[in-house]
């Protein structure tokens, strides 16, 4: 099973920007796709983004202009670039491949 550690989060105010980082035990890129997703309390998990081994992405409506997922495969690292954040986007952020998940990092929106 591949082994995830998720970095970044903290406190920021609304309009501000964050970078979370994905470190995996693996190339992040073999075979498959990586995921970024989102629980915020109360909430369901939901996918924030995703990226293929081609380069493709795929992003949730509400993060939409706003997100950014991208990958180095040199350093096994994942990354999730945040941009104009708003109090919405309160959650902790897990990192996903397969069946694996990281430990989440939390993301604190508020003025």
């Known amino acids: 099973q591949v082994q995830l550690v998720e970095s970044g989060g903290g406190l920021v105010q609304p309009g501000g920007s964050l970078r979370l980082s994905c470190v995996s035990s693996e190339s992040i890129f073999s075979l498959t796709y990586m995921s970024w997703y989102r629980q915020a309390p109360g909430m369901q998990r939901e996918l924030v983004a995703t990226?293929?081994?081609?380069?493709?992405?795929l992003y949730g409506h509400s993060v939409k202009g706003r997100f950014t997922i991208s990958g180095d495969n040199a350093k096994k690292t994942l990354y999730l670039q945040m941009n104009s954040l708003k109090p919405e986007d309160t959650a902790v952020y897990y990192c996903?491949?397969?069946?694996?998940w990281g430990q989440g990092t939390q993301v604190v929106v508020s003025a």
């Open positions: 990226i293929t081994s081609t380069g493709a992405v």
């Open positions: 996903n491949k397969l069946e694996s």
